[in-house]
């Protein structure tokens, strides 16, 4: 399995920035892609940004522009830059992997693969 491990997350005061990273082990050679995903209390959870292995990157509108995604392929990292946090950004960091295999019989099989999170807090 591919298993994404979590790191970086703490406490922040708004405006200030933080550094997240995630490094997957496992059947790394079979991820296409790898995001963040964040979840508040009472709230579901929700898409931060996604990037493929070609660099294609889609964000979520409330952090476009504050938050930059990058990876490391070679390494099965990718990592995520939080700039200009504000108190509604605090959250449960996720990060997801997403794998493709080819079966026998059945062809395609596209799983998906979470990390524990990282908990972010933005202190106004």
């Known amino acids: 399995q591919v298993q994404p491990v979590e790191s970086g997350g703490g406490l922040v005061q708004a405006g200030e920035s933080r550094r997240l990273s995630c490094a997957a082990s496992g059947g790394t050679r079979a991820i296409t892609s790898m995001g963040w995903y964040r979840q508040a209390p009472g709230k579901e959870r929700e898409l931060v940004v996604r990037i493929s292995r070609s660099g294609s990157t889609n964000y979520a509108d409330s952090v476009r522009g504050r938050f930059t995604v990058s990876r490391d392929n070679a390494k099965s990292a990718v990592y995520l830059q939080m700039n200009s946090l504000k108190p509604e950004d605090t959250a449960v960091y996720y990060c997801?992997?997403?794998?493709?295999?080819?079966?026998?019989?059945?062809?395609?099989?596209?799983?998906?693969?979470w990390g524990q999170g990282t908990q972010v807090t933005v202190s106004s």
């Open positions: 997801n992997a997403r794998a493709s295999f080819t079966v026998e019989q059945q062809g395609l099989y596209e799983p998906e693969f």
